[in-house]
Nanobody, 122 residues
Framework: VQLQASGGGSVQAGESLRLACAAS????????AGWFRQAPEKEREFVAA????????LHAGPVKGRFTISRDNAQNTVYLQMNSLKPEDTAVYYC????????????????WGQGTQVTVSS
């Protein structure tokens, strides 16, 4: 499956952004999806994941309560709503997909989007 991430930008601390990840296949409902991020000179880290149905979600500790992952299988799209953004959220955000089961390790995901830059200034 091919993925296209969008919605990044430059905001002030405390503001919100919504990222979107559009999939190329109408069978996207068979795929679990995840968001990861990579800041300069840091390892790629897990942000959030959602199972194929949307019933199960996982969020990393640093974003829990501020970010929410969701999906619309009719639109073949996964979203990441990011509220109360902080400067430490600045990174390139990547969406990823794998068949069926939810996961949190980047090595578990076979398909990746191109990344979208999020910059949060204080």
């Amino acid at each position: 499956v091919q993925l296209q991430a969008s919605g990044g930008g430059s905001v002030q601390a405390g503001e919100s952004l919504r990222l979107a990840c559009a999939a190329s296949e109408h069978t996207f409902g068979d795929y679990a999806a995840g968001w990861f991020r990579q800041a300069p000179e840091k390892e790629r880290e897990f942000v959030a994941a959602i199972d194929w149905s949307g019933a199960a979600t996982l969020h990393a500790g640093p974003v829990k309560g501020r970010f929410t992952i969701s999906r619309d299988n009719a639109q073949n799209t996964v979203y990441l709503q990011m509220n109360s953004l902080k400067p430490e959220d600045t990174a390139v955000y990547y969406c990823a997909a794998r068949l069926y089961k939810i996961a949190t390790m980047s090595s578990d995901f076979a398909s990746w989007g191109q990344g979208t830059q999020v910059t949060v200034s204080s």
